[in-house]
């Protein structure tokens, strides 16, 4: 080998090296380096129950009840089973039916408890006169983003 | 096939000269699509059924977010080429492009939060996709200040082709985090397989964004990669006529 | 302009603040390599007289 072919070789190896060891910590790290977890999680008891941590999914459509001040109540769901949600706060601009949020707090009896609520957009960008044409009778948004542990490992 | 070509533009005072012709048609190139693509986004773009006018700040975001990429690639194959082939033109645009790179990874992350505070309700948030973003900062820092480190420049250049290369994993986990792990940040609304998620009238301002941030981008890094093959090689005598022609008088300038 | 198309829905501060910041970050590309090649130059001339040579 000639030194210049010596340093290619190095310089690959140095490559495959980065990406086995960073596809092997990622694999291992998928779950932790999950943002939120969905409805399906929680109700299947993938999670602990106690801890505190994140929530994703969508609004479901009817089921928004707003109450005394700043309390509202919701049914958060992804593609597969649903929660209901307590929160008290100032929900982002976003926050509707329909839409996609991430909640963070913790389970107290069947309900979850948020004390925080992000408003969680897709990537789609149209003018309000299309989304009209576009959107489905029940208004539903897509779930596929809240992926359940489950379907992400597949 | 022919690399005449190649080696001419490899060597010194040819790429020098080139960078000088090319530099100034990519910035007024650049310039101008940038004006065409704010007007049409600031004004004639309609607002967005679901952001209102909010979804503007994608015509800055997103071209900042994929140039911040793209330079990282450009400086990993530059950074490549220098290690093994010793090229001392691969070795200035290394180091032409870090701080460029950072410049714009910067304006990512900084138009990101000004996006996510009235959108998601957070400034920040640790997800996949904004951490391994802010990564590619620390990465883009690193190679800046480990080229201030070293006096030597063949040395400085060296280590940081070598960080470049090291940081180049991160580039994929960037892109592919949305897709990856559940995260807050939304999935790709440009690069991706089948109808495009963005209305005509809204997209046609966005790829003018890109190409300009694309331009305006090269341009810097010709500029700062001219002045580095200057202060490289300010010793030999292509230098010296270069400034001679320059101001008449190298004292002067 | 009209004060509909400043006030950007509500979203003024935000919408204005990127397109400012990205302005910012478009000038500083063009001004740092300037300057750059500024104190390059003179610090080329000030090392003038030493003996040049070809690699």
Redesign the interface.
């Known amino acids: 080998m000639t030194k210049r072919q010596k340093r290619m070789a190095a310089v690959a190896a140095l490559l495959l090296g980065l990406g086995l060891s960073a596809y092997f910590v990622l694999s291992a790290a998928r779950k932790n380096m999950m943002y939120f977890y969905t409805p399906t999680d929680l109700v299947e008891h993938r999670v602990s129950e106690d801890a505190r941590l994140r929530l994703g999914g969508l609004v479901t459509v009817g089921s928004l009840k707003r109450g005394e001040g700043l309390n509202v109540e919701f049914t958060l769901a992804d593609c597969e089973k649903s929660l209901p949600v307590r929160y008290q706060g100032i929900l982002p601009d976003l926050f509707r039916e329909g839409q996609g949020i991430v909640a963070t707090g913790r389970m107290q009896q069947g309900t979850f408890v948020a004390d925080e609520v992000l408003a969680k957009h897709d990537e789609n960008y149209m003018p309000p006169e299309l989304a009209k044409s576009l959107k489905s009778a029940d208004g539903k948004h897509n779930c596929a983003p809240f992926k359940s542990m489950q379907q992400a490992a597949r | 096939m022919n690399w005449t070509w190649f080696h001419r533009l490899g060597s010194p005072p040819s790429f020098y000269r080139f960078a000088g012709t090319l530099a100034p048609w990519l910035g007024g190139l650049g310039l101008a699509a940038l004006a065409y693509a704010w007007y049409a986004g600031l004004v004639l773009a309609p607002a967005d059924y679901q952001q209102k006018d909010a979804f503007r700040i994608i015509y800055v975001h997103v071209p900042a977010a994929a140039v911040s990429l793209s330079l990282y690639m450009l400086m990993a194959v530059a950074g490549g080429i220098a290690l093994i082939w010793r090229m001392k033109l691969a070795e200035c645009v290394l180091i032409a492009t870090a701080p460029v790179g950072a410049s714009f990874t910067a304006l990512a992350l900084l138009t990101g939060m000004l996006w996510g505070k009235p959108m998601w309700g957070a400034y920040w948030v640790w997800d996949a996709r904004l951490t391994s973003e802010l990564v590619l900062l620390f990465l883009y820092v690193g190679v800046m200040g480990l080229k201030a480190a070293f006096d030597e420049p063949r040395a400085a250049a060296r280590a940081c082709a070598l960080l470049a290369l090291v940081g180049v994993v991160n580039v994929p986990i960037v892109h592919f985090s949305v897709e990856w792990w559940n995260s807050l940040h939304q999935g790709s609304t440009v690069l991706k397989f089948g109808k495009p998620n963005i209305s005509a009238q809204m997209a046609v301002p966005l790829y003018a964004a890109l190409l300009a941030t694309y331009l305006l981008a090269g341009q810097a890094i010709l500029r700062r990669a001219q002045n580095e093959l200057l202060s490289r090689e300010r010793n030999t005598r292509w230098v010296r006529e270069t400034l001679t022609e320059l101001g008449g008088d190298p004292h002067v300038s | 302009m009209s004060a509909e198309?400043w006030n950007?829905?509500?979203?003024a501060?935000?919408?204005w603040?990127?397109?400012g910041?990205?302005l910012a970050?478009?000038l500083?590309?063009?001004l740092?390599?300037?300057a750059?090649?500024r104190r390059?130059?003179?610090s080329?001339?000030d090392?003038?007289g030493?003996?040049?040579?070809?690699?």
């Open positions: 198309f950007m829905g509500g979203y501060l935000y919408v603040g990127s397109f910041a990205a970050v478009h500083w590309n063009v740092s390599a300037r750059q090649r390059l130059l003179d080329l001339a090392s003038e030493e003996q040049p040579v070809d690699e």
